[in-house]
């Protein structure tokens, strides 16, 4: 059984607003992936532990997408973040700071 997805705002908003259609099928393909099997991503460490980061790579640039997971039942995706990698793990600590 697949698990459910859900988006935080940061993530949600960051989709919404790509424009290019490629990029945007790419992200759901990911999303699909991840629903599938969250052990895709890298599970990190240190000031991240229990957050895992998926990589998109698509026209020249890098792209993460960061969530964790929650069992209420059945298993539960949060995307917490999603956006280009200049600057994305610093944008995550400090989302999640101040959460």
């Known amino acids: ?10 993530a949600r908003n960051f989709i919404k607003k790509i ?3 490629r990029l945007k099928a790419a992200f759901y393909e990911a999303l ?3 629903r599938d099997d969250y052990t895709v991503g890298d ?5 991240l532990t229990g957050i895992y980061g998926y990589d998109i790579y698509y026209n020249k640039t890098n792209y993460d997408i960061s969530y964790s ?3 209420e039942g ?5 995307v917490i973040m999603a956006g280009t990698r200049e600057n994305f793990y610093q944008q995550l600590k400090r989302y ?3 959460e």
């Open 69 to 71: 997971i929650i069992y």
């Open 43 to 47: 599970l990190k460490s240190g000031d």
């Open 1 to 10: 059984m697949a698990a459910e997805v859900r988006l935080l705002p940061p």
């Open 19 to 21: 424009k290019d259609k």
């Open 96 to 98: 999640l700071k101040n």
């Open 32 to 34: 699909a992936k991840i």
């Open 74 to 78: 059945n298993t539960i995706i949060v």
